[in-house]
């Protein structure tokens, strides 16, 4: 099974600063055809995950664009550029490379200092 | 728009049965692959059980094989996990979840304890 770890497990932020999450896999996502195997999801409190990034950099619909994915094989990384309160809850990264075997990070919890 | 809505969750004794449905609406049921996905309180995420969209493929995480059946009504547009041999550690949200990338989507899940 791919391992997902992910880091800081807690990041306390600042509104309007900017914020930055770790995600790191045990083996390579990076398909041959040129995707990286690697999405992000959101789970705000007290709701169901929702989703933000697929294939490592691609925003789902209706996701503002102050969240970024980037990152290709083991290493990857999700940034928020400005952070806001509504961005509050924990962030899961989830391989999706040995479909349908799917493995998720940890979670990093999220809050405002 | 796309709904999953899971029932049949509840308190059961350890080496119980449950039974649990997602009623899924908002999208071509019988063209997407579903899985189960569950949470114990305060933990992360663990993918326990796919299905494809015909029904012909089935996947089961270690944690629950031999015990969960994972089937579908594509008729009924329902998703369902029977639940056998019930332990403490099954304990968890359980969320019925189309991962799909772009078209990703969760229910808000039913909650399963399992503890006499």
């Known amino acids: 099974d791919i391992v997902m770890t992910q880091s800081p497990l807690s990041l306390p932020v600042t509104p309007g600063e900017p914020a930055s999450i770790s995600c790191r896999s045990s083996?390579?996502?990076?398909?041959?055809?040129?995707?990286?195997?690697l999405d992000w999801y959101l789970q705000k409190p007290g709701q169901s995950p929702q989703i933000l990034i697929y294939?490592?950099?691609k925003r789902a619909s209706g996701v503002p664009d102050r969240f970024s994915g980037s990152g290709s094989g083991t290493d990857f990384t999700l940034n928020i550029s400005r952070v806001e309160a509504e961005d509050v809850g924990v962030y899961f990264c989830?391989?999706?490379?040995?479909?349908?075997?799917?493995?998720f990070g940890p979670g990093t919890k999220v809050d405002i200092k | 728009e796309v709904r999953l809505e899971e029932s049949g969750g509840g308190l059961v004794q350890p080496g119980g049965s449950l039974r649990l449905s997602c009623a899924a609406s908002?999208?071509?049921?019988?063209?997407?692959?579903l899985n189960w996905v569950r949470q114990a309180p305060g933990k992360g995420l663990e993918w326990i059980s796919y299905?494809?969209?015909?029904?012909?493929?089935?996947y089961y995480a270690d944690s629950v094989k031999g015990r969960f059946t994972i089937s579908r009504d594509n008729a009924k547009n329902t998703l369902y996990l029977q639940m056998n041999s019930l332990r403490a550690e099954d304990t968890a949200v359980y969320y019925c979840?189309?991962?799909?990338?772009?078209?990703?989507?969760w229910g808000q899940g039913t909650l399963v304890t399992v503890s006499s």
């Open positions: 979840a189309r991962l799909l990338g772009a078209v990703s989507h």
């Open positions: 908002g999208f071509t049921f019988n063209s997407y692959e």
């Open positions: 299905i494809s969209s015909s029904g012909s493929t089935i």
């Open positions: 083996q390579s996502l990076l398909h041959s055809n040129g995707n990286n195997y």
């Open positions: 294939l490592g950099s």
């Open positions: 989830m391989q999706t490379l040995q479909t349908p075997l799917f493995t």
